[in-house]
């Protein structure tokens, strides 16, 4: 089942911010969860920790950092793809990250998309404005229970 959130797996205060006043800006309101480190978006995909409670439902997508603190963001890409319950949830990679090694492997483990931050706030602002449209309002994800 799908929540209609979007996760925010982002450890840069200032990034998470403007991620989420452009969303906001955007008019996209389905709601966003934000969780700060690799390990915290793990709990938060597969209901553990501080996240046992939390309602069925999984994220619209995820956008997904990949230098994280304590577990990166690329080990939460490889063990949501290796889970069945998790293995189609769509997953963005949104990072400062242009090394090759780093979009060739988001790719070998199935990443939906590799995004690059922009570093010019308005080429920022439009790259989350056209993501968070497209994932939420154009694209059509996999039916429940796949």
Avoid: C
């Amino acid at each position: 089942m799908n929540d209609g959130k979007i996760l925010i797996v982002e450890d840069n205060p200032d990034d998470e911010a403007l991620i989420l006043r452009v969303l906001k800006k955007s008019n996209i309101s389905n709601g966003f969860a934000v969780v700060r480190d690799g390990a915290e978006a793990l709990d938060y995909l597969f209901r553990t920790g501080q996240y046992e409670d939390r309602e069925p439902g999984d994220p619209t997508v995820v956008l997904l950092d990949i230098k994280l603190p304590k577990v990166d963001g690329l080990e939460v890409l490889r063990q949501v793809r290796e889970n069945e319950a998790t293995k189609h949830q769509p997953v963005v990679i949104l990072t400062s990250s242009d090394e090759e090694e780093d979009i060739v492997r988001s790719y070998e483990l199935g990443v939906n998309s590799y995004v690059r931050k922009p570093v010019e706030f308005d080429k920022f602002s439009e790259a989350v404005n056209q993501l968070g449209l497209y994932w939420l309002l154009l694209n059509q994800g996999p039916p429940k229970g796949r």
